[in-house]
């Protein structure tokens, strides 16, 4: 399927590097009597090729296709973790979530994000914003972490990470956590549930009455169960992930079509991204390696997208950005000034975006999850695993992360493994763990996506198998 392979990445490079030239603009002016809205747009478990502009030609996305014409498309943008949760801590609070223990994915009951974490929503509160959210929120079920309590004035849609995407008696037991509910209260839903989202994303922007707003749109979509309703799935030849992301495009397109006939739109800042890469067999993460839940880039390499009030045609930037940076940088757009509590790992990216500097905003990026943990500094990345060997790929020539390096260049390894580590010192330990057969999990995807010559599907069988007979042995070597 993929003989083409280098010829594929030279283009893809060619085409990077074409775009290059488009990269810096001028910011637009907002209304002198108006802020900036800001909207962001959270797609879940989105593979990195899915998309028509990122070059799938059997997923139709003219939707976010424009906004990616119209906007910033960058080439080189990461999520703070390859998982749903602490990826969502990252972005929403714009410091890596490792440091206030937020690291495994799934908070057990009784955690949560930590409550000393000020959340974007609560900075825009503090600007006298209007702060809403919809659909999954997945940082923490208690009271203390419900949304009306961490900085938004509304909120609809599950605390937990997924769902059946039609109302049923398993989910939505208003005892469950994966209820949809509307400030606390039951909701009882009709038809499919991303329709359902977008029609109250369009009703919380009509109730902001003029005033600026934050909305954090947070779809579980294309995230399983891979259901559809029948007219989708006719649209997309039975495959119910297709199906999945052409709803949500077109949902999209309903929104903006909503913000473009009140001029809202002309007024707002809009990001789309995932908060991590495909992990199903019917993702693709192309032309990248690995998948959700690992740290090759095909687990946290998204497509992030800036979409802002000036007319422009499609732009790129290259340099390596992160999820951290979208608060900062948003605040900014909107010309606002908050005093964080405590200091930011994101970095505003006007100046670079809008002004022309031309420094790496991010010198070096770091990932930590439980046993794994990876750097990327420059184009180098180095990934640690326990009970495999360092693993370093020189990105800029490598990006599907297919030749280690690492015994080339054990100057490298042991340069940012130090640097790695200086970096944890000033890390919480994680607050809770995850089941123990997820560590024979990823040590397998580790060995499968490294040792593959060309891609692989995203999820093996075999790969589970052989980690339930590991954690067998485990079990029985230390009972």
Known sequence: MFK??????????SFVALCHCLSFLTIAEPSKDKKLNVLVIMADDLGYHDLSFQGSKHIKTPNIDKLAKGGIFFTDGHTSASVCSPSRAGFITGRYQQRFGHEA??????????????????????????TFLLGKWHLGNTYAQYPTRRGFDEFWGLREGSRSYFYNQENDNPKSHRAIEHNGKHVHFEGFLTDRITDQAIEMVKSADK??????????????????EEDDLAKANGDPY????????????????????????????????????????????????????????????????????????????NKTVSTLD???????MAGLSVNFPKPLDGKDLTPYLFEGKKEDPHSVLFWRKLEMKSIRKQNWKLIITEGLPPMLYDIDNDLSERHNKADEHPEIVSQLSKQLKDWEGDL???????????????????????DAKDFVPLDDPKTKKQAQKDLENFERLNN
């Open 211 to 228: 005033k600026p707003f934050f909305m954090f749109l947070s779809y579980t979509a294309p995230h399983g169960p891979l259901q559809a």
């Open 105 to 130: 994915n799934c908070p057990p009951d009784d955690f949560g994000m930590a409550l000393d974490e000020y959340t974007a929503g609560q900075a825009f509160q503090s600007q006298g914003y209007k």
């Open 4 to 13: 083409n392979t280098a010829l594929a990445l030279k283009a893809l490079f």
């Open 326 to 332: 979208i608060v900062p940088t948003s605040l900014a």
């Open 428 to 450: 919480l330990s994680p607050l809770w763990n995850e089941k123990k057969i997820y560590d024979f999990v990823r040590k397998y995807d580790y060995m499968r996506f490294r």
């Open 242 to 317: 297709v199906a999945l992301i052409q709803n949500m495009d077109e949902n999209i397109g309903r929104l903006m079509a909503f913000l473009e006939r009140t001029k809202i739109k002309e007024n707002t800042v809009i990001w789309f991204l995932s908060d991590n890469g495909g992990t199903v067999n019917r993702a693709s993460n192309y032309p990248l390696n690995g998948k959700k839940g690992i740290l090759f880039e095909g687990g946290m390499r998204i497509p992030l997208i800036l979409n802002h009030p000036t007319k422009t045609s499609l732009s790129t930037y």
